[in-house]
């Protein structure tokens, strides 16, 4: 990849790794964008999976503002009951609400590597996350370069992984009786998806297979659980080479905008124990229902499709 100039917008559009990522500068979050701005905002996200924003002083009517450029605006989550009032679209990623919600103190929802909400029929199209209260150091989030991962199989690897289904189910670290637990349990999300899915927009093909939504369910269709684990391990093992990866430092007014299509990611777990508060806020934008190859459709086993406005 190569940097991409100055354009008549004054976008600035910089790499920053071989396979994933790229910082913009040159616009201001809190402005109305014009629609140029929002189809060159859109075009490298497509080509850059995620795209990184410094130093942007919004909140939370202002991001859920440029998120509706660029699609239909979910719900904070599906298990999400408690969204900062007025903003029912915001899930804050909050160090504070952890043992509130999870029954523990100090611990992330998902240390992981993941797409978002992938045990949905219709995971979300793309997230937004914003950062206000951060730790000194430490803190980071990694994401990874689906596409790559799937385009430097070997071909035979490639053609197999063509033809597989994974389930996907949400799993909760939370202690029982916790409200993470009772409305994980509530919405009950659970569906096939082919291992590998074609971008609706770049037509690019994508593996797709969230080890933090379908390590729990170890289910490979027509593959005993035992295949199915080892079967995983390679393809998770694939996806998320470090050569495929970008990690990002956040700041006070950092914003990461990624393509939940093509990419995973992982919050790095070195900070919690620490004793720091690290708040983040997400929106997410509506999401397809995704195809493989052939043209299948992913299947819906529980749990409701997950709609924005």
Known sequence: ?????????????????????????????????????????????????????????????????????????????PHE????????????????????????????YDHSWHTDVTALVNPPAASILRADILPPYGGDTAWTNLVAAYENLPKELRDFADTLDIKHQFQ??????????????????????????????????????????????????GFSPDQSERLLQLLWSEATRTEYTVRFRWAPGSIAFWDNRATAHLAIAD????????????????????RGVDGRESERVSGQPFLGA
């Open 1 to 77: 990849m190569t940097a991409v100039p100055a354009s008549r917008l004054g976008l600035d559009i910089v790499p920053v790794a071989g396979y994933i990522g790229a910082e913009i500068t040159g616009v201001d979050l809190r402005e109305d964008l014009d629609d140029a701005t929002v189809a060159e905002i859109r075009r490298a996200l497509h080509e850059y999976k995620v795209v990184f924003f410094r130093e942007q002083r919004i909140g939370h009517a202002e991001q859920v503002a440029f998120a509706r450029r660029f699609g239909k605006v979910t719900p904070a989550h």
């Open 81 to 108: 009951e408690n969204p900062p009032e007025g903003f029912p679209e915001i899930l804050p990623i909050d160090s504070r609400r952890y043992e509130k919600n999870l029954g523990r103190p100090r611990t992330s």
């Open 172 to 221: 909760t670290r939370a202690t029982t009786g916790s409200q993470r637990a009772r409305k994980v349990e509530e919405a009950n999300l659970v569906a096939y998806h082919p291992a590998v899915r074609v971008h609706p927009v770049t037509g690019e093909r994508a593996l797709f297979v969230s080890p933090g939504f379908t390590r729990g369910a170890r289910e490979i269709r």
């Open 271 to 290: 900070a919690g124990h620490l004793g720091h508060d690290r708040v983040l806020y997400r929106v997410t934008l509506e999401g397809d229902v995704p």
